[in-house]
């Protein structure tokens, strides 16, 4: 359940990004930190043995959307 909200979460950042792309350019601080966020928790998830799954594969949405996110914000 818990995984399935993360990616939820990072999923929402689409509208943002079209907003972005319209020319209604948001704030890249919070895309940035929650891209931050999600690195780390990939990285722990990789580097747990087994790898724990489930956190890599929810966190993985959060770096691309939320680097996605921060690029166009910064125009």
């Known amino acids: 359940m818990a ?3 993360s990616v939820l979460m990072y999923v929402s950042y ?3 990004i079209a907003n972005n792309l319209a020319g209604n350019y ?3 601080l919070q895309p940035f930190v929650a891209m931050v966020n999600c690195v780390f928790w990939t990285a ?3 580097l747990e043995r ?3 799954m489930p956190i890599v594969v929810a ?4 770096i691309v959307l939320g680097c996605i996110t921060f690029l166009i914000a910064l125009h």
Not at 59 to 62: E, I, K, L, Q
């Open 3 to 5: 995984s399935c909200l």
């Open 14 to 16: 689409i509208p943002q």
């Open 26 to 28: 948001g704030s890249p």
């Open 44 to 46: 722990y998830g990789l």
């Open 50 to 52: 087994p790898p724990d």
């Open 59 to 62: 966190n993985v949405p959060g």
